[in-house]
C-alpha cells in the first residue's frame, strides 16, 4: 500500500484531498512488486541451485529415499564399526576388523530414506503489505516457491497448505514436477487474488485452521515449514504445535517488513484499507511507543514460545533480496546441508 509523506497540516481534509491517490492507491512505497507470477515462481529454479535442505533429524519411516536418519541398521551408507553386542546381524559382521582386534566386530549404516516435506504458504490479508521490495505476501510465495524447487532437486516429496482468509488448497506430497507445478500455480492464484477489497468479508480461515488441518493429513516423519507473518499467532498456536512436533519436523519462516516493528518517520501518512481512508499522525511519541511496545510483546511470545518447543525460527524482510535472506537463513545453524 501507499505511503506518502506530507508536512504536518492544519486542515487534515484539505491533505488528505491533495496527497491521497484515490484512484490506485495499492502500490508500493517504492517500485516493488505487489503481486508474484507464476513466471516469477518458475524462475527461483535457479536460487534454489544454490541451496540445500536439512537432512532429517528422525529415521521414523523406513522407506528409500537420499535422506539419512538416525537410525541404524542395514542401509544404504557406511556409518561406523563397532564391537559386536548381543541381537547384532551376523550378516553385519567386518571380518577383516573382527581378525585384526580378535574380538567380533559390525558394520552400522545409516538408513536411507525420502521425507515428506509440506510448505504452508500464508497468503491472507495481512501479508499484502510492503514498504520496500515487495509486499510479505510476495516473498513469500517466492520463499514457497524456492523450497519446493529446492525439495524435488533433493529428491523429496513435496505439498502445500496454501490459504487466504477466505480459503485453502491442500496439495499432498509427491516426488513429481507436475505436483511442483500444481503447488506454484496454487500459490500464484492466491497471490493474484489478494486485494484491500476484501477487508469486508469475514476472515474464515486462520493459521491455527491450518496446523489442525496439517495435524490431519501430516504423516509421521515429515517436514512441516511454515511461512507467515505469524501476526495471528497466539496460546492455541501453541497447543496445535506442541501435539505437532511430537511427530513432525517443524521450521518457522517469518515474513515481515520494517513497518511491522516501528513507525515510519515523523509525518502525516494517508492510510487506507481500500474502503475508508485516513490520517496517521506519527509525530506522536508516544503513539510510536505503543505502537513499538506492543509489536515488540508479539514479537517476544512468538520467539519464546517456538523457541521453548525447539522450533528453528527465521525471519526474512521485504528489505533484503530474497537469495541474500535464505542464504543467511541456510547459515544460522538449524537448517544445514
Not at 519462516?253 to 487506507?272: A, V
Amino acid at each position: 500500500m501507499g505511503i506518502f509523506k506530507t508536512k504536518k497540516p492544519n486542515n487534515y481534509a484539505d491533505n488528505l484531498a491533495s496527497n491521497f491517490p484515490t484512484d490506485n492507491f495499492v502500490k508500493s512505497s517504492v517500485e516493488g512488486r505487489v503481486y508474484s507470477s507464476l513466471e516469477d515462481l518458475i524462475r527461483l529454479r535457479f536460487t534454489a541451485a544454490a541451496l540445500q535442505l536439512p537432512s532429517a533429524k528422525r529415521g521414523l519411516r523406513q522407506q528409500s529415499g537420499p535422506n539419512q536418519s538416525r537410525f541404524r541398521g542395514r542401509g544404504m551408507e557406511f556409518a561406523e564399526v563397532r564391537a559386536y553386542q548381543p541381537g547384532d546381524d551376523i550378516r553385519s559382521i567386518d571380518w577383516r576388523v573382527t581378525a585384526r582386534r580378535q574380538k567380533p566386530h559390525t558394520k552400522l549404516y545409516h538408513e536411507e530414506r525420502e521425507r515428506p516435506v509440506t510448505l504452508l504458504c500464508d497468503q491472507s490479508l495481512s501479508q499484502f503489505f510492503g514498504s520496500r521490495h515487495c509486499f510479505k505476501s510476495v516473498l513469500a510465495a517466492e520463499i514457497a516457491a524456492t523450497l519446493s524447487w529446492l525439495t524435488i532437486n533433493k529428491g523429496d516429496r513435496v505439498g502445500g497448505l496454501v490459504f487466504s482468509d477466505h480459503e485453502h488448497r491442500e496439495i499432498r506430497p509427491a516426488r513429481s514436477r507436475k505436483t511442483l507445478m500444481h503447488i506454484l500455480n496454487t500459490i500464484s492464484e492466491f497471490n493474484q487474488k489478494l486485494n484491500v477489497s476484501d477487508t469486508e468479508s469475514e476472515q474464515l480461515i486462520d493459521l491455527n485452521s491450518m496446523l489442525q488441518e496439517y495435524r490431519r493429513i501430516g504423516k509421521p516423519g515429515g517436514l512441516l515449514i511454515m511461512i507467515s507473518d505469524f501476526l495471528d499467532f497466539n496460546p492455541e498456536s501453541r497447543k496445535i504445535l506442541f501435539e505437532l512436533q511430537k511427530h513432525s519436523e517443524i521450521i518457522a519462516i517469518q515474513t515481515s517488513d520494517p513497518l511491522d516493528f516501528e513507525l515510519p518517520p515523523p509525518g502525516m501518512y494517508p492510510i487506507s484499507d481500500g474502503k475508508q481512508f485516513t490520517l496517521l499522525d506519527t509525530y506522536d511519541n508516544q503513539a510510536r511507543s505503543r505502537y513499538k511496545s506492543k509489536v515488540n510483546e508479539q514479537q517476544q511470545y512468538l520467539t519464546e514460545t517456538v523457541g521453548k518447543l525447539n522450533i528453528p525460527l527465521h525471519t526474512l524482510s521485504t528489505q533484503e533480496p530474497l537469495l541474500n535472506g535464505l542464504k543467511l537463513l541456510f547459515r544460522g545453524g538449524s537448517i544445514t546441508p
